[in-house]
Structures are given as C-alpha cells and as structure tokens.
C-alpha cells in the first residue's frame, strides 16, 4: 500500500525560508496525476495550498502563499517539494502532501517564531 512521507519542517524566525520534501514509500510520483500540498494551522481546519499535475502544471489555492510559495518535483528522487521563502508567523500549520485519494501521511510541522 505504501504511504506518504513528508519532511523537512521546523523552527524558522519570521522571514525565513524552509523547503519541504515529500516522497511516497512505493507509488511512482511521475506516474500520480496530481500531487498536493495541504496545512492545517493550530485549532483550525486543513487547507489546501497548491498542487502539482503528472505534467509539471502547478496551481495555488491560498492567494497569501502565492508568490510565497513555489511546488516542484524531482521524479529521478520520486520527490515533490514546497518551497516556501518569506515566512510569516500565520503559515505556521503541520504540512501534508498526497494524491488527494489516498490517506493522510503524518505531515511535518512547521514553527514560524522569533
């Protein structure tokens, strides 16, 4: 069945940058017609920040991220990734990435603080 593992969160200060990596443990991401990236801030409902296609299109739900936020893949590392630069203390959220079929992995916090 296999599952999806994200990585790369933490404590970052306010204008800082961060890079999350998300992999799934047996699914060939080049061949998953979507992948996306969600959030879901403290004591508030998941959201759904952007995807990415099978074919490298990449859209952004959330228009405070846009600009912010970039979602690439690397298929040689069977990667998907969300870089997010100029970080605000409100993108603090634990993130998650998925075909949105399958069932939540157990996504990797992300602190924005001073």
């Known amino acids: 069945q296999g599952q999806w593992v994200e990585s790369g969160g933490g404590l970052v200060q306010p204008g800082g940058s961060l890079r999350l990596s998300c992999t799934h443990s047996?699914?060939?991401?080049?061949?998953?017609?979507?992948v996306a990236w969600y959030r879901q801030g403290p004591g508030q409902q998941r959201e759904l920040v952007g995807a990415?296609?099978?074919?490298?299109?990449?859209?952004y739900t959330l228009d405070d991220v846009k600009g912010r936020f970039t979602i690439s893949r690397d298929t040689a590392k069977n990667t998907v990734y969300l870089q997010m630069n100029g970080l605000r203390r409100e993108d603090t959220a634990v993130y998650y990435c998925k075909n949105p079929a399958d069932p939540w992995g157990q996504g990797t916090q992300v602190t924005v603080s001073s």
């Open positions: 990415i296609t099978d074919t490298g299109v990449t859209r």
């Open positions: 047996s699914e060939d991401i080049a061949r998953i017609p979507a």
